[in-house]
């Protein structure tokens, strides 16, 4: 399957793109400024009194309303490895999906981003979910290698869903909190 960088697709080429059952977009720009329905973001297994550190820190300083509700979910729910918690507030885009890919904050695990991003393309799936922005996922503070490891595990799993999947493979910040 080839993989094209995305460059503002026209709607001839995006069917093209869809017939090729080819959903993964890499591009570059400040994922904060995303206007897919929801951004992705890999976090540590466990409770979440942190989220202090690299992407994480960004989004719960823009949506601190959704951050209240992953950290609510997380003292009454065990958060473990693969898991996903969607958030969202009504009347507000994008919407915020933590997916457990460390064990701790210092690194990513491959295992666990196997299963959480199984479990993002069953969610994807089964909400009709039509747009996510994702970060080099697990490659960035997780520490994983990003060409070796996550790359061919993303487009593996996530190549044939419905789902549209913006990576911001060259973040560039456009936005500074």
């Not at 991003?117 to 799936?125: D, F, G, I, S, T």
């Not at 979910?129 to 490659?139: D, Q």
């Not at 913006?166 to 560039?172: L, R």
């Amino acid at each position: 399957m080839k993989l094209l960088r995305y460059d503002g697709l026209s709607a001839k080429h995006y069917k093209q793109l869809k017939n090729e059952n080819n959903m993964i977009k890499y591009i570059s720009g400040d994922i904060l400024q995303s206007k897919d329905e929801y951004i992705a973001q890999g976090v540590a297994i466990g409770s979440q009194e942190g989220l202090g550190t690299g992407l994480a820190f960004k989004l719960s300083s823009k949506f601190p309303e959704i951050q209240k509700l992953f950290k609510k979910y997380t003292r009454n729910t065990k958060f473990q490895a693969g898991d996903v918690f969607i958030g969202e507030i009504k009347g507000f885009s994008p919407g915020i999906i933590y997916i457990a890919t460390q064990p701790d904050m210092y690194h990513a695990e491959f295992t666990y981003l196997n299963k959480g991003l199984k479990r993002l393309k069953k969610v994807c799936e089964s909400r009709g979910i039509k747009t996510v922005s994702l970060p080099k996922i697990g490659a960035g503070l997780g520490k994983l290698d990003w060409n070796s490891e996550v790359k061919p595990l993303l487009e593996s799993i996530l190549s044939d869903c419905e789902t549209v999947f913006n990576v911001y493979e060259d973040y560039k910040i456009e936005y500074e909190i």
